[in-house]
């Protein structure tokens, strides 16, 4: 069946990075976008980023435009979800999810499908 | 600017129906699809409406979903409620390049 499935959860200091892992399976992992997105406590859910499995090219929330890097390996149908300069109110937990596409005509509808389990980032001293 | 609004929590009794609203502000609900999704403390977040009122496959008949033109909204019905539909629900959709999410409601099923 189709999932998404996350690296496990990391504790960091501020200021270092934090890398997320989210491996695909069962669908053509180039087919479909998959977005990262987090809820922090007591948040609501925020989108950080984009990236098109096929060529690899991303678009980054104004919020963390310049903290985030998303990247792939096609080899291994993974996606990755690098963020730098770790603060406290990272902490939160990180879901990749992929983009739904209507049935039959492949057109984005600009929604989420099928989410990654989750992946808690906690930033502390 | 785009938003969607929820309520922060609604509750009710097993067996009951509850409806969820997310109201648009700054455009047009029926502009794009909305999708609805259900995010339980230590569970896989689903997607339980998209497309305004498609269920996808696995989700129960007891989720609904529907657009309001006239009060610029989209609603959550849940009937039969059960206590494993205790859960944070947010609406979504897009407009101007973004996806816009509503800030979510909690549901309580006591």
């Known amino acids: 069946q189709v999932q998404l499935v996350q690296s496990g959860a990391e504790v960091k200091k501020p200021g270092a990075s934090v890398k997320v892992s989210c491996k695909a399976s069962g669908y053509s992992f180039t087919s479909y976008y998959i977005h990262w997105l987090r809820r922090a406590p007591g948040q609501g859910l925020e989108c950080m980023g984009i990236?098109?499995?096929?060529?690899?090219?991303?678009t980054y929330a104004p919020k963390f435009q310049g903290r985030v890097t998303l990247t792939r390996d096609k080899s291994t149908s993974t996606v990755y979800m690098e963020l730098n300069s770790l603060r406290s109110d990272d902490t939160a937990l990180y879901y990749c999810?992929?983009?739904?596409?209507?049935?039959?005509?492949?057109?984005?509808?600009?929604?989420?499908?099928?989410w990654g389990q989750g992946t808690t980032v906690t930033v502390s001293s | 600017n785009f938003m969607l609004t929820q309520p922060h929590s609604v509750s009710e009794s097993p067996g009951k129906t509850v409806t969820i609203s997310c109201t648009a502000s700054g455009g047009n609900i029926a502009s794009n699809y909305v999708q609805w999704y259900q995010l339980r403390p230590g569970s896989v977040p689903t997607t339980v409406i998209f497309e305004d009122d498609q269920r996808p496959s696995g989700v129960p008949d007891r989720f609904s979903g529907s657009i309001d033109s006239s009060s610029n909204s989209a609603s959550l019905v849940i009937t039969g409620l059960r206590t494993e539909d205790e859960a944070d629900y947010y609406c979504q959709s897009f407009h101007s390049s973004d996806l816009v999410f509503g800030g979510g409601t909690k549901l309580t099923v006591l």
């Open positions: 990236i098109n499995p096929t060529g690899g090219t991303t």
């Open positions: 999810a992929r983009e739904g596409q209507h049935a039959g005509t492949g057109t984005t509808y600009y929604g989420m499908d099928v």
